[in-house]
């Protein structure tokens, strides 16, 4: 089969023509449209890939329309780009669908568009990388609405739940304080150490397991902590982000990310696309459910290919059936129009005890919060398909006899010697 590939994208032809393609097949690079139309092999073409960047969307939907009639064979993928806004973008997809064309989703890097693209042509047997272990992605609709509680709340408890390794990985770029609520001054296992193995893309699953910082009480949970360095979270590509998201899905059996609250950087963005389950953490607030999540999350979706409807929905500073202004639950489910899959109560002693490094002894201990996350847990688990650890009980005569012995005083018998043989 021959492949063509109609683009100016320097790095994406590089990548396509150092491929090493299976026998018989061909990958042809053209620059422009004009030489691509007027090329006497047009019909040859099994696979026609473009970048939208050479068009608008009149001119785009005559060129197909030209292609169609001159290769009536070939199937057609179109790279969509952000040179459009959200509405032109949704005329594109619109007359894809209509017409039976794939896209590829703006905002995508070259590692994850060859990849869709090698399943768009080869299917399953293609060689885009599998995605390895579940990830769930934890965005808060608002900063400092207990996102960090209940991202990190939900690994902690996942941990306890399952044998399943665990990675908690901290996103947040600029203001990261999960380290002062376990009671760290300066955290050793940040994500900003890692950054030159991260940017070479040599970050391997056994250095980043031994990085990671393991958690006291529970040996198969391991956290990596926030960027330390503001001013340096600029230089986090998409790139980075998706290396390390890629490298983390192989190092652990489920990995749980929290995000900025802001999309303006590679981390939240990468995070979110990455994601096999998306949940946005918000409140009963008016200003929060509605208007923060209005403007990132119906603003900036289908900006990056995303849909809205594929977030999850839980609530913090949950009161009751519901919030201050009459606002109920139920209200900003159908408000926002996403699932809600779990309630967080208003605790009045966690702002004190986290300010004191207590998290940790907080979520391992009886709290309530802990009842609101293991109802999230349950259902996350689920979803994923983490199985729960085995019970480890002994039988039930062995029970009942060393409690009896133990109400009565009298000491466990000793093990018998093995006799000797001579």
């Not at 669908?97 to 768009?120: A, V």
């Not at 002894?361 to 802990?370: M, S, V, Y």
């Not at 650890?389 to 009896?404: C, D, E, M, S, T």
Request: hydrophobic share 40%; aromatic share 8%; with cysteine.
């Amino acid at each position: 089969m021959h492949i063509a590939l109609l683009t100016r994208d320097e790095a994406l032809c590089e990548v396509w023509l150092s491929w090493e393609a299976p026998d018989g097949d061909r990958v042809v690079l053209f620059r422009q449209p004009e030489s691509f139309i007027e090329s006497a092999n047009l019909p040859d073409f099994g696979h026609i890939v473009m970048s939208d960047r050479f068009f608008d969307y009149a001119a785009f939907c005559e060129y197909v329309e030209q292609m169609k009639e001159a290769a009536p064979g070939a199937e057609l993928t179109v790279m969509l780009s952000d040179r459009h806004d959200t509405a032109e973008n949704g005329k594109w997809i619109k007359y894809c669908l209509m017409g039976g064309i794939s896209y590829i989703p703006p905002h995508r890097t070259i590692e994850t568009i060859t990849g869709m693209l090698m399943q768009r042509i080869y299917g399953e047997s293609g060689t885009a990388a599998a995605g390895g272990s579940p990830c769930i992605t934890f965005v808060g609709s608002t900063p400092n609405i207990g996102t960090t509680f209940v991202s990190f709340g939900t690994a902690v408890r996942l941990a306890a739940s399952t044998r399943r390794s665990v990675g908690y990985l901290c996103l947040n770029l600029k203001s990261s304080k999960l380290h002062r609520y376990l009671g760290l001054e300066k955290p050793e296992a940040s994500l900003d150490h890692l950054r030159a193995e991260i940017r070479s893309q040599s970050l391997r699953p056994d250095r980043l397991h031994l990085y990671c910082e393991q958690v006291k009480g529970r040996p198969n949970l391991r956290i990596l902590f926030g960027n330390q360095l503001r001013e340096q979270a600029e230089f986090f590509t998409a790139e980075d982000i998706e290396h390390l998201l890629r490298t983390a899905r192989r190092t652990f059996d489920v990995c749980i990310v929290e995000v900025n609250a802001y999309w303006d950087n590679a981390a939240t963005i990468c995070a979110l696309l990455q994601a096999d389950t998306r949940i946005l953490v918000t409140t009963p607030d008016l200003a929060h459910f509605q208007e923060d999540t209005d403007r990132w999350l119906r603003g900036l979706c289908p900006v990056i290919g995303l849909a809205a409807e594929s977030f999850d929905l839980i609530l913090t500073q949950a009161e009751g059936s519901g919030g201050s202004g009459g606002i109920r639950h139920q209200d900003v489910r159908k408000e926002t129009g996403l699932s809600l899959i779990g309630k967080v109560g208003k605790y009045s002693d966690l702002t004190e005890t986290v300010n004191q490094g207590k998290l940790l002894e907080l979520l391992t201990g009886k709290h309530p919060l802990n009842r609101d996350l293991d109802d999230i847990v349950r259902l996350l688990s689920a979803v994923c398909g983490i199985e729960p650890a085995a019970p480890n009980k002994a039988p039930a005569v062995k029970r009942i006899f060393g409690r009896l012995t133990g109400a009565l005083g009298i000491p466990a018998a000793k093990p018998r010697k093995a006799r000797g043989s001579g």
